[in-house]
């Protein structure tokens, strides 16, 4: 079971195709991972593996999920667990799956959502329906193509809203499109090692890592792009002093009370003194246990640094 929309497979398989929760991230669809980001992973660049407490929980609850649709639907489950399963004609397209409906065309996919970020529950609409968010739609689109299956259901726990329950009928247009589109991330992205468009700046900064080639000739599009970044630099540093004098003011006038209000005392301004706190003295421990301290550092991968120099 999946508990976010990212993934986490083993290496060897991530090499040899697309898998069922990569499907949202290849075709752009899925707001953890990116296809930019998916395609670094791979090439090997970067690493896909996903371990926190959301995995964790999502595997352990997996079992209690698929229980309730048993009891629910009135049938029995085959659980497939590691079983790799692959499309007849695209060997490159595979799934793991959560559950099998015995004695029917049927599968389910459980999923935990919205435990550890509420916002993610809000994506899920009634149960009874097919409101999903798309990730997980085009995800049972390729559990349905694989497996030829006419219908493809989820079993969903969501935050504050209990176990909820979809269900997703084949719809072959739908899954022609899906798989166009996924052939050609596998074979003119991935295979080519060309990267997709990035579409925002992080996405940009996952995609160029090193800055190792020679300076590259501004065109004057660009060089335009650039004048432009001066004059919004300029503007916001203007801002910053204007908002510095301002919070001066304020800040004065609030001297040591806690709040600012108005005249019904609804409170417009908040200053409160954090909690104190220890950090550990790195330095005096470096100084103090030199050998110990080179024995637990660990290599740091550096970024790049986005330096615009004014004119």
């Known amino acids: 079971m999946k508990s976010t929309e990212r993934f986490a497979v083993d290496s060897p398989l991530r090499l040899e195709g697309i898998g069922g929760s990569e499907v949202g991230s290849a075709l752009d669809v899925n707001p953890f991972c990116s296809s930019v980001e998916l395609y670094k992973i791979k090439i090997g660049e970067l690493d896909g593996s996903v371990s926190n407490d959301?995995?964790?929980?999502?595997?352990?609850?997996?079992?209690?999920?698929?229980?309730?649709?048993?009891?629910?639907?009135?049938?029995?489950?085959?659980?497939?667990?590691?079983?790799?399963?692959?499309?007849?004609?695209?060997?490159?397209?595979?799934?793991?799956?959560?559950?099998?409906?015995?004695?029917?065309?049927?599968?389910?996919?459980?999923?935990?959502?919205?435990?550890?970020?509420?916002?993610?529950?809000?994506?899920?609409?009634?149960?009874?329906?097919?409101?999903?968010?798309?990730?997980?739609?085009?995800?049972?689109?390729?559990?349905?193509?694989?497996?030829?299956?006419?219908?493809?259901?989820?079993?969903?726990?969501?935050?504050?809203?209990?176990v909820r329950f979809y269900q997703i009928k084949r719809d072959l247009e739908l899954e022609k499109i899906v798989i166009e589109k996924l052939k050609h991330f596998w074979f003119e992205n991935v295979q080519k090692r060309i990267p997709p468009d990035p579409k925002t700046i992080d996405e940009v900064d996952i995609l160029y890592t090193s800055g190792n080639l020679d300076p590259i000739e501004s065109t004057p599009d660009i060089y335009q792009k650039y004048l432009e970044r001066l004059k919004v630099n300029q503007k916001l540093a203007k801002t910053k002093k204007e908002l510095g004098e301002i919070d001066f003011e304020l800040k004065y006038f609030i001297g040591d009370h806690a709040e600012l209000v108005n005249f019904n005392d609804d409170v417009l301004i908040s200053w409160y003194k954090d909690k104190d706190s220890e950090k550990f003295d790195t330095n005096s421990f470096k100084t103090d246990h030199p050998r110990l301290y080179k024995k637990y550092m660990v290599p740091k991968i550096s970024c790049r640094r986005f330096l615009p120099k004014t004119l």
């Open 54 to 162: 959301a995995c964790e929980l999502g595997h352990i609850l997996e079992p209690w999920i698929l229980d309730k649709y048993e009891q629910k639907e009135g049938v029995r489950l085959k659980r497939p667990g590691d079983i790799v399963y692959r499309h007849k004609d695209f060997p490159w397209l595979f799934a793991h799956v959560d559950g099998l409906v015995i004695g029917e065309k049927r599968g389910v996919d459980a999923k935990s959502s919205g435990l550890m970020n509420i916002q993610a529950a809000k994506k899920f609409g009634k149960s009874g329906t097919d409101e999903l968010p798309q990730s997980i739609i085009c995800q049972c689109v390729l559990y349905m193509a694989i497996f030829d299956y006419d219908q493809w259901d989820v079993a969903a726990l969501i935050a504050g809203g209990g």
